[in-house]
Protein backbone atom coordinates (compact mmCIF):
# COMPACT_ATOMS: atom_id res chain seq x y z
CA UNK A 1 0.00 0.00 0.00
CA UNK A 2 1.21 3.79 -0.96
CA UNK A 3 1.63 5.84 1.98
CA UNK A 4 2.68 9.71 1.58
CA UNK A 5 2.83 11.43 5.05
CA UNK A 6 3.40 14.85 5.30
CA UNK A 7 4.61 16.71 8.83
CA UNK A 8 6.25 19.58 9.75
CA UNK A 9 3.31 22.85 9.16
CA UNK A 10 2.42 25.34 11.20
CA UNK A 11 1.58 28.96 12.30
CA UNK A 12 4.73 31.08 11.59
CA UNK A 13 4.98 34.84 11.25
CA UNK A 14 6.72 36.50 7.79
CA UNK A 15 10.17 36.39 7.09
CA UNK A 16 10.19 32.44 9.19
CA UNK A 17 11.71 29.44 7.73
CA UNK A 18 9.60 25.99 7.62
CA UNK A 19 10.86 22.47 6.66
CA UNK A 20 7.97 20.00 5.25
CA UNK A 21 8.60 16.61 5.57
CA UNK A 22 7.14 13.42 3.74
CA UNK A 23 7.58 9.79 4.44
CA UNK A 24 6.77 8.20 1.81
CA UNK A 25 6.68 4.33 1.65
CA UNK A 26 5.19 1.42 -0.88
CA UNK A 27 6.48 2.52 -3.84
CA UNK A 28 10.15 2.21 -5.80
CA UNK A 29 11.13 5.39 -4.68
CA UNK A 30 14.57 5.54 -6.64
CA UNK A 31 12.10 5.72 -9.92
CA UNK A 32 9.68 8.22 -8.91
CA UNK A 33 9.99 11.69 -9.27
CA UNK A 34 8.25 13.75 -6.53
CA UNK A 35 6.63 17.07 -6.21
CA UNK A 36 5.31 19.47 -3.86
CA UNK A 37 1.65 21.44 -4.51
CA UNK A 38 -0.04 23.63 -2.36
CA UNK A 39 -3.51 24.67 -2.14
CA UNK A 40 -4.84 27.65 -0.83
CA UNK A 41 -8.46 28.60 0.10
CA UNK A 42 -10.86 29.02 -2.73
CA UNK A 43 -8.32 28.68 -5.44
CA UNK A 44 -7.24 25.87 -7.08
CA UNK A 45 -4.00 23.00 -6.39
CA UNK A 46 -0.88 24.83 -8.02
CA UNK A 47 2.68 23.00 -8.56
CA UNK A 48 5.56 24.17 -6.11
CA UNK A 49 8.38 22.49 -6.78
CA UNK A 50 9.88 18.87 -8.14
CA UNK A 51 13.14 16.67 -8.47
CA UNK A 52 13.79 13.84 -10.79
CA UNK A 53 14.33 10.42 -9.75
CA UNK A 54 17.37 9.89 -11.64
CA UNK A 55 19.97 12.81 -11.96
CA UNK A 56 18.02 14.72 -9.03
CA UNK A 57 17.03 18.08 -11.28
CA UNK A 58 14.72 20.51 -9.94
CA UNK A 59 11.88 22.67 -11.42
CA UNK A 60 10.45 25.55 -8.92
CA UNK A 61 7.50 27.75 -9.90
CA UNK A 62 8.56 31.01 -9.74
CA UNK A 63 7.32 31.84 -6.58
CA UNK A 64 9.14 29.48 -4.77
CA UNK A 65 12.34 29.81 -6.70
CA UNK A 66 15.41 31.37 -4.89
CA UNK A 67 13.01 30.41 -1.00
CA UNK A 68 12.29 26.79 -1.24
CA UNK A 69 14.54 23.84 -1.73
CA UNK A 70 13.33 20.38 -2.73
CA UNK A 71 15.34 17.30 -1.57
CA UNK A 72 14.83 13.54 -0.90
CA UNK A 73 16.78 11.22 0.91
CA UNK A 74 16.70 7.27 -0.74
CA UNK A 75 17.96 4.55 1.59
CA UNK A 76 18.78 1.11 -0.31
CA UNK A 77 15.92 -1.26 0.84
CA UNK A 78 14.75 1.20 3.30
CA UNK A 79 11.23 0.46 3.85
CA UNK A 80 10.26 4.37 3.74
CA UNK A 81 12.00 7.52 1.69
CA UNK A 82 11.67 11.30 2.73
CA UNK A 83 11.35 13.68 0.60
CA UNK A 84 11.59 17.24 2.17
CA UNK A 85 10.84 21.25 1.13
CA UNK A 86 12.93 23.70 2.96
CA UNK A 87 10.90 26.87 2.93
CA UNK A 88 12.53 30.66 3.52
CA UNK A 89 11.51 33.72 3.71
CA UNK A 90 7.73 32.53 4.11
CA UNK A 91 5.47 35.32 2.97
CA UNK A 92 1.31 35.63 3.76
CA UNK A 93 0.77 34.01 -0.20
CA UNK A 94 2.62 31.11 0.87
CA UNK A 95 -0.42 30.27 3.05
CA UNK A 96 -1.95 27.11 1.74
CA UNK A 97 -1.77 23.55 2.71
CA UNK A 98 1.40 21.89 0.75
CA UNK A 99 1.24 18.27 -0.90
CA UNK A 100 3.59 16.03 -1.28
CA UNK A 101 3.03 13.73 -4.63
CA UNK A 102 4.59 10.86 -6.28
CA UNK A 103 4.84 10.60 -10.28
CA UNK A 104 6.37 7.27 -12.51
CA UNK A 105 8.47 9.40 -14.93
CA UNK A 106 10.98 8.79 -17.16
CA UNK A 107 14.64 9.29 -15.20
CA UNK A 108 15.41 12.90 -15.71
CA UNK A 109 11.88 13.90 -16.31
CA UNK A 110 10.30 16.92 -13.70
CA UNK A 111 6.91 17.78 -13.87
CA UNK A 112 4.36 20.46 -12.85
CA UNK A 113 1.58 18.46 -14.11
CA UNK A 114 -0.69 17.51 -12.02
CA UNK A 115 -2.18 15.21 -13.72
CA UNK A 116 1.10 13.01 -13.86
CA UNK A 117 0.81 12.59 -10.41
CA UNK A 118 -0.33 9.50 -9.06
CA UNK A 119 -0.08 9.21 -5.42
CA UNK A 120 -0.98 12.07 -2.87
CA UNK A 121 -0.30 13.02 0.75
CA UNK A 122 -3.20 13.88 2.86
CA UNK A 123 -1.28 17.93 3.09
CA UNK A 124 0.34 19.64 5.82
CA UNK A 125 -1.34 23.06 6.96
CA UNK A 126 1.38 26.47 6.14
CA UNK A 127 0.00 29.50 7.65
CA UNK A 128 2.21 32.69 7.77
CA UNK A 129 1.05 35.97 9.54
CA UNK A 130 1.86 39.16 8.81
Known amino acids: QVQLVESGGGLVQTGASLTLTCAVS????????MGWFRQAPGMEREFVASMAWSNMSTDYASSAKGRFNISRNSVVNSVVNTVYLQMNNLEPRDTAVYYCAAAETAPREVSRSINKYSYWGQGTQVTVSS
Open 26 to 33: GLAFSTYS
